[in-house]
């Protein structure tokens, strides 16, 4: 019984609405007027004439029976009460009232609303045991010391049919009233379930949208983690190079004036680079409002297509053969090394991991360059079937008076964090710097909009002078 009515369930209905207070007020407005012309109609008919009370009683005894009916949502187990001790007081002194076709249906609707609005489950199982013991109560006793229930079966031992008539009368009383009670309580504790399952509904929806909303902050925060990222990495990359090299054209320009020529060159190149880079970051960026733009009117391919003709290729691992050389300058430089397993085996790298490091080998390079007085870097790339791996390792020192913004670092995390990757950097023992990331070529999957924490990625660091990157 006590699962049945949800005793433990820690859930209420929510109270009703003004609307439909107002509409309680009306119906029972409605109830009144409907049974007062009842009751006039059966007194027009002769209907009742035995009854002592006088009418005006019989009216106070209507109101009193209806007006409860207000209250069967805002307080559903006192009105349940008022309304069912009226029908046993109306069905014993007041048939007039009881008995109009009107206030069986109030009998029931009290019933009803009790067992579907009741916030107290454990008071209303109490309150439906003592209902029940109560009408069949009053049942037994109409039959046992009053002839209300028998004066109108047949006498004289006539049986018209198989049944004697007191154990037909019995019978049907029992059962019409047993009907009634459990009829109303089926009714009632749909009622609840119903509004439960409503509850539950719009809950879901709720918390839908809001997990809508975050997913929707969190993708802004991780484009723009993302933007900050390329730019950092382009930016700090062509500008690093753009110093170096002017800084060198400057040392040479009056003693090797064709020196400082090429290192201007190379400065203008790298600005160029710059440029087109920065270009194709801000095309990314400009193509995925145009795409969304373009959706609502129903040229979205033609825009996608239209955004990437304005774009140049993402850099990847075919790139860094070209990033190496142009981070030579004088005094310093780099080489790189391509290791595959199986021939063909970079090509199987995805682009995203590709690009990953690209942006990771060159924000290393730039360190070197920023912080180190290193004057020989090797960069070297491992594909085999499951991982891609990438180490820049050079055999410099760290510069005095040097530190960076940090940024780079994180970004360098950031970017393994979201391929499940992992990073070792850190001084070595023979001197010089490493950075070795590796990149599983078949990341778990994981969920569209997870948080990309960078402390999710594995670091090791190779010592405590560990230079900053920025």
Not at 234 to 241: D, E, W
Not at 302 to 325: H, I, K, Y
Request: charged share 20%; glycine share 10%; no cysteine.
């Amino acid at each position: 019984m006590g699962t049945f009515f949800a005793v433990d369930d820690p859930w209420q209905r929510p109270r009703p609405t003004a609307a439909q207070q107002r509409r309680d007020v009306w119906i029972a407005a409605g109830v009144l007027a409907l049974t007062a012309v009842g009751m006039e109609l059966t007194r027009s008919l002769g209907a009742f004439q035995t009854i002592e009370s006088p009418l005006w009683m019989q009216y106070v005894a209507m109101v009193v029976g209806v007006v409860p009916l207000i209250w069967r949502r805002t307080r559903p187990l006192a009105s349940m009460v008022i309304i069912q001790l009226h029908m046993l007081a109306a069905t014993a002194w007041w048939p007039s009232v009881g008995n109009q076709f009107t206030m069986l249906i109030v009998y029931l609707a009290s019933l009803v609303g009790g067992v579907g609005w009741a916030r107290n489950r454990r008071a209303l199982v109490g309150l439906l045991v003592a209902l029940f013991v109560l009408v069949f109560g009053q049942l037994a006793w109409m039959y046992t010391f009053t002839t209300m229930m028998t004066e109108y079966l047949p006498k004289d031992g006539d049986q018209p049919g198989l049944l004697p008539p007191m154990v037909a009368s019995v019978l049907y009383g029992s059962l019409m009233n047993l009907g009634y009670i459990l009829g109303g309580i089926l009714w009632g504790q749909l009622s609840w379930r119903a509004a439960k399952r409503m509850a539950t509904v719009s809950a879901q929806a709720a918390t839908i949208t809001e997990q809508a909303v975050e997913l929707r902050d969190r993708a802004v925060v991780d484009e723009r983690l993302r933007i900050a990222r390329e730019l950092h990495d382009v930016v700090a990359h062509h500008v690093s190079v753009m110093g170096v090299q002017a800084a060198a054209a400057r040392r040479v320009l009056s003693r090797d004036p064709e020196a400082a020529a090429q290192a201007l060159g190379a400065v203008e190149e790298s600005s160029r680079q710059a440029v087109g880079e920065m270009r194709s970051l801000l095309g990314a960026l400009r193509g995925v409002e145009v795409v969304r733009a373009a959706q609502s009117t129903g040229t979205s391919q033609g825009a996608l297509a239209a955004t990437e003709r304005g774009r140049s290729p993402e850099p990847g691992l075919a790139q860094l053969p070209e990033l190496v050389a142009q981070a030579a300058s004088t005094g310093f430089e780099p080489t790189y090394e391509l290791v595959e397993q199986t021939p063909g085996a970079a090509g199987q790298v995805s682009a995203a991991i590709g690009m990953s490091i690209y942006r990771i080998v060159q924000e290393a390079l730039s360190n070197v360059r920023k912080h180190s007085t290193a004057r020989r870097a090797v960069v070297v790339v491992r594909v085999d079937g499951t991982h891609a791996e990438a180490e820049v390792v050079d055999d410099g020192r760290p510069r005095g008076a040097t530190s960076g913004s940090g940024l780079g670092l994180l970004g360098m995390r950031e970017r393994i964090a979201s391929h499940q990757g992992s990073v070792e950097l850190g001084p070595r023992l023979v001197g010089g710097y490493r950075v070795r990331v590796r990149f599983p070529l078949e990341p778990a999957l994981h969920a569209y909009g997870a948080d990309l924490d960078p402390g999710s990625a594995t670091l090791t660091t190779g010592g405590p002078d560990v230079r900053r990157t920025g």
